[in-house]
């Protein structure tokens, strides 16, 4: 009896492994639409492009290929020098979704992906001189002018766009650039296309299967992290931007604060803060997929050290350099059947995209529990909708969770104050009103 019920166990973990691209990204084993944009966005945005069409900046480290009609695409392979460009997504808004809102079905598929500079192959070479090594002069000189031409795209678009801030995305595993752009269309399109709005792309999506597939991106997510907080820094650099805002969705979190970690490092040292160097006012994170442990080591551990430099040489007693307005949000679901797979197989006590308040007793959440409560930094809403079958890509197609992010960025309310669609469980802990949503307190 007890063989039965190993044997059945045993299988039904074999199916869910073999169904995880599906349960990760639904787009990896479905044509239809990434998302839909809530009824009461629709209106806000119909008048943002015409002939219906979206034109996003891009930046990645994918190795470029050629699409089915053969235009410019990039591939699940890891490039060897990150590119940037514009991609163009067009709209179809012919057709009604059926759903009990009566959502206009806003689907958005690339229309075209154009390539306008690209950095030297990583890593940068470096030379041996008789007065020691040095980074070759003209790889420096080819950076150099790489960054001023990913700036000079940013400017163009901070002439058009009503905020002078940039909403950057980095999407989770299984993405294709194509799934990646799309997804970053409908934040963009949420936010009344009042932005500037940017994709980082890294190589996800191979085609290892379940098992080798996932792990393949795990790596190439670690590939990446010099090419996105290059970017990040590139980006935020650019005269005239005034904020950032970074949203990460699944295992793009990952990538967002190893990134984080190295720029937060970088500022710390010139005694500096991720707000004032490089502007970052908002960091939303939706389902990630991240060990909690994980997560506070590279939120928390390296400004906890008091061995770590300031400036010249470390100052253990001292202060820290001011937040300012940095501000983490983090959406999660205990309905996450993804991060409940997930947690599982790396053998996590919880991942950060299912902390709930009641997991949060069961839990020692250390550095992150402690300065989020103190300093009032951080925010974690729990959605216990049922959105699709994995209940894990509720920042795309939930109007409650769209709803809050518009009220988040471009109104800048917080949590707690009226317009954010929020019931208060126990600071920092927060449910989000939704129609497919069970409040839990």
Not at 79 to 86: L, Q, W
Request: glycine share 8%; charged share 20%.
């Amino acid at each position: 009896m007890s063989f039965d019920a190993s044997n059945l166990r045993l299988r039904m973990f074999a199916t869910l492994f073999f169904l995880l691209p599906c349960i990760l990204v639904p787009a990896a084993c479905s044509r239809g639409p990434v998302g839909e944009l809530p009824a009461e966005a629709e209106t806000a945005v119909s008048h943002i492009k015409q002939d219906n069409l979206l034109n996003l900046l891009y930046v990645t480290d994918r190795a470029p290929t050629a699409s089915a009609n053969g235009e410019l695409s990039f591939s699940s392979f890891r490039g060897r020098s990150m590119s940037f460009g514009s991609v163009t997504l067009a709209g179809e808004r012919s057709r009604f979704h059926a759903g009990p809102a009566g959502q206009r079905d806003a689907s958005l598929h690339v229309s075209r992906t154009t390539k306008t500079g690209e950095f030297p192959q990583s890593p940068y070479p470096i030379e041996l001189t008789r007065h020691g090594p040095r980074r070759v002069p003209a790889t420096v000189t080819a950076h150099i002018r790489a960054a001023a031409a990913l700036q000079g795209e940013v400017t163009q678009r901070l002439a058009i766009a009503k905020r002078k801030e940039a909403v950057i995305f980095i999407h989770g595993y299984n993405n294709s650039f194509d799934d990646a752009a799309r997804a970053t269309g409908k934040i963009c399109k949420t936010l009344a296309a009042e932005f500037v709005c940017v994709l980082l792309s890294w190589p996800a999506g191979g085609s290892g299967g379940a098992f080798y597939g996932y792990n393949i991106d795990r790596e190439s997510g670690e590939f990446a992290v010099s090419d996105m907080k290059k970017a990040i820094r590139i980006i935020s650099g650019t005269n005239g931007v005034k904020r950032v805002h970074l949203i990460a969705h699944s295992r793009g979190a990952d990538v967002l604060l190893s990134a984080l970690q190295q720029l937060g490092m970088e500022a710390y040292t010139i005694r500096s803060s991720p707000t004032e160097r490089y502007k970052i006012s908002n960091v939303v994170l939706f389902a990630p997929d991240i060990d909690l442990d994980v997560a506070t080591t590279k939120l928390f551990g390296f400004v906890s050290d008091p061995d770590t430099p300031f400036g010249g040489k470390a100052t253990p007693y001292g202060l820290l350099p001011p937040i300012g307005s940095l501000h983490l949000t983090v959406y999660s679901s205990p309905n996450d059947k993804a991060l409940a797979l997930s947690s599982g197989l790396f053998g996590s006590v919880v991942r950060l995209g299912r902390l709930t308040r009641v997991s949060s007793e069961e839990v020692d959440l250390n550095v992150l529990w402690k300065n989020s409560q103190l300093s009032g930094i951080a925010d974690f809403i729990e959605y216990r909708g049922s959105a699709g079958f994995a209940g894990h890509s509720y920042f795309l197609s939930d109007s409650a969770i769209q709803k809050d992010l518009v009220a988040l960025l471009r109104d800048r309310l917080k949590a707690g104050d009226p317009g954010r669609p929020l019931v208060e469980i126990k600071r920092p802990f927060w449910s989000v009103l939704s129609r497919n949503s069970r409040l839990s307190h």
